[in-house]
């Protein structure tokens, strides 16, 4: 069955689970009303299932290849490149004075899940260069943002972020990369990165890279550090792609999957760079981009769980084994229907929670209040976390539902696992996610945390007339969350890392119910209440055996000794 693309569920989550009507309400985004958000996501539906779903197993078949210093992309990608970006899904939340579409996030977010599942190796690439629009438009001089914003939007021009190098992968500060400021205010940018996502290819005219490095008189650690824009080629007199730059492409990693996707290793010799945002300001420009990635790789693994759920329900409908009853299928077994409820029902929370997230951002965006800046920060984390986590859960499930035929490669379930692996690791692992939450993000003393507490709660209470038993299991999951964020709020910062992972863990699970029950209450039908008991049954009580563990503290991890655990 080919992937088709679930325009309708977004329309009804935005709708009525994850607030966009609000978001519509405001005077930055009164024209995302509700025609226009369905006509943007029949659109994105339709380019998802026509121009990049028959791209995913030719990407992975084919890969990207290194030949002669340049990147050649699999068949049909550039050709599938243009239609994203001649269709404007590159700026959808772009500002307009810049040729985007000046979308809502939230929208934004429903478009590149779609596209996630259909092609997951060619959507990384806008979305890295919808990361640079952003950190552009947030710290650039308005010379680079009236250069770069423009061409980046159109897709003639792509962009990267470089952060990683041999000794500085999580620990960004160690990076040794130079920049060296030349006569005519420009910088000589010299060093070497790693897993350049999209660091080169043949589907646009220009990369431009944002790249993290030192100046002379920098600090060590993360305070010494800048940001430069680095193209791949040089901008003439006249705004073009002019004479290359002093940078290449040294290879091209062998990687598990997403072989479409060409990770480089790049190097810089006195390439060209042009300052952006502050000296020595680097981390809080990247920043911008980064939070941005986190928020679209959590989406990232949403879509490869809906791409491979529908993979598997159609081979579980088509295949015949033993006795069942009804249609025949092994859908109608117990345990494989077990598999294909999970999945689905996994998957619709964390989209919600996604959405939730991007209703937020923009709320802030749109109002500049502080509570809902604090309500998208904490969220962050948790999409990016919990949405990779089921990403690789129900791609391995798929796996499981296909039996062997899982294990080969040609009926293309073990790709989405492939693919998927890798966003539980890149734009920081998601237990670096675990330790912002309980770090960073409660430095409020768990203000954003009893807020959305607050509000599982309230949503218990209205669930209580049409499901008493489930919303009572809500309330209740909801003040045990709240004890065990207390607890930890009070606890020295190592202990609180060592609980991080599973509190992140159980955050999401019990907000998963809260926007289950919220999407069963908003419809008549029995289909949500089915899912909703589901998942509120079977799946949030996993919670609490993951608040014991995060309550257990730093003592036990470190109890063993490096020699033990080398024993």
Not at 143 to 172: F, H, R
Not at 393 to 403: L, M, P, R, T
Not at 421 to 437: F, K, P, S, W
């Amino acid at each position: 069955m080919p992937y088709r693309a679930p325009t309708s569920e977004f329309a009804f989550l935005l709708s009525h689970v994850a607030g966009l009507p609000e978001v519509s309400g405001t005077e930055r985004f009164a024209h995302a009303d509700e025609d226009t958000v369905a006509a943007i996501l029949e659109e994105a539906g339709k380019l998802s299932e026509e121009a990049l779903a028959p791209l995913q197993r030719i990407g992975d078949v084919q890969g990207s290849r290194l030949e002669n210093g340049v990147v050649r992309t699999p068949d049909g990608f550039p050709e599938a490149f243009r239609a994203v970006a001649e269709g404007g899904w590159i700026g959808i939340a772009a500002p307009e004075e810049y040729g985007g579409m000046a979308l809502p996030m939230a929208v934004t977010t429903a478009v590149n899940e779609m596209m996630s599942s259909a092609c997951l190796s060619l959507q990384l690439n806008p979305l890295m260069t919808q990361g640079q629009i952003e950190a552009l438009e947030a710290h650039a001089s308005e010379e680079i943002k009236a250069l770069y914003i423009p061409k980046l939007i159109s897709g003639e021009w792509t962009g990267t972020m470089n952060l990683t190098e041999p000794q500085a992968g999580s620990d960004v500060g160690a990076l040794r990369t130079r920049a060296e400021p030349k006569d005519d205010g420009t910088y000589a940018v010299t060093g070497q990165k790693i897993y350049i996502s999209w660091g080169d290819h043949d589907m646009a005219e220009n990369v431009c890279h944002l790249v993290l490095a030192r100046l002379p008189d920098a600090v060590e650690g993360t305070k010494g550090i800048s940001l430069f824009m680095v193209p791949k080629k040089l901008p003439d007199a006249e705004g073009k792609a002019g004479v290359a730059n002093g940078l290449k492409v040294v290879s091209l990693e062998h990687k598990l999957g997403l072989h479409a996707s060409p990770t480089a290793v790049m190097e810089y010799d006195g390439a060209t760079g042009w300052l952006v945002g502050e000296p020595h300001k680097g981390m809080a420009a990247m920043f911008t981009m980064m939070n941005n990635a986190r928020l679209g790789v959590g989406v990232q693994g949403i879509g490869v769980a809906e791409g491979a759920y529908q993979h598997a329900l159609a081979y579980a409908l088509d295949r015949r084994q033993g006795k069942a009853e009804g249609s025949g299928s092994i859908a109608e077994h117990a345990d494989v229907r077990r598999m294909l409820t999970r999945m689905k029902a996994d998957t619709q929370a964390a989209r919600m929670i996604a959405l939730a997230n991007a209703v937020a951002i923009d709320m802030a965006a749109a109002t500049g209040d502080a509570a809902w800046k604090a309500r998208a920060a904490f969220l962050t984390p948790i999409t990016k976390a919990f949405g990779t986590d089921v990403g690789i859960d129900v791609a391995s499930e798929g796996i499981q539902v296909h039996g062997g035929m899982g294990f080969v490669e040609e009926t293309g379930a073990a790709q989405y696992a492939r693919d998927v692996r890798v966003t539980a690791i890149y734009e920081g692992t998601n237990g670096i996610q675990a330790m912002d939450l309980v770090g960073r993000k409660m430095l409020d003393g768990g203000e954003a945390a009893f807020a959305l507490i607050e509000e599982m709660v309230e949503g218990a209470g209205r669930a209580r007339a049409r499901f008493p038993e489930e919303a009572a299991a809500l309330r209740d999951a909801a003040e045990d969350l709240r004890e065990a964020t207390e607890f930890l709020v009070a606890q020295e910062l190592r202990d609180r890392f060592a609980g991080a992972v599973p509190f992140l863990r159980a955050f999401a699970r019990v907000l998963g119910g809260h926007f289950h029950l919220k999407a069963a209450l908003a419809d008549e039908g029995p289909a949500r209440e089915h899912l909703a008991r589901f998942y509120v049954q079977r799946l949030m009580p996993e919670y609490r055996g993951l608040l014991e563990q995060a309550r257990a503290g730093a003592e036990g991890l470190y109890a063993l000794s490096l020699d033990d655990l080398a024993a």
